[in-house]
């Protein structure tokens, strides 16, 4: 077993009257199984998605990470499904995220897909369970 750690940190002077300062640590004690990977979407409908995990591998409470490494302004947004219709998470070029999937636990399992605005387009994820 692995431990995982993840960070996330927030920080502002200047966006309102008050400083923000926010970082939270989630430690994943037992993750048995993970790993990062890159992999071309080439759908651009959500009925052409690419299935990028298999709920039945992956128990509730499982930590994934999403990346959509383009520099692109535009054009090149990445569409996550947990439903297979809808975009539930979306990510522009540099956007990144971070959430809990209840994967095989959940009252309705649907795998993790994703498409693209264009052919072609890099995701980067990471599953941790």
């Given at each position: ?15 309102t009257t008050d400083v ?83 994967a095989a636990g959940s ?23």
């Amino acid at each position: 077993m692995a431990t995982v750690n993840t960070t996330v940190t927030i920080s502002s002077s200047d966006l309102t009257t008050d400083v923000i300062s926010l970082s939270v640590l989630s430690t994943l004690l037992s993750a048995t199984q993970g790993g990062i990977t890159r992999q071309k979407i080439v759908g651009t409908a959500a009925g052409s998605a690419v299935i990028i995990a298999d709920e039945d591998l992956y128990t509730a409470g499982a930590k994934v990470w999403c990346y959509n490494p383009s520099t692109a302004t535009s054009g090149e947004k990445v569409y996550i499904s947990f439903d297979s219709t809808s975009g539930s998470v979306v990510l522009s070029g540099g956007d990144w995220a971070l959430f809990p999937w209840s994967a095989a636990g959940s009252g309705t399992p649907a795998d993790l897909e994703a498409w693209s605005e264009t052919t072609n387009n890099v995701l980067e994820f990471g599953i941790f369970n």
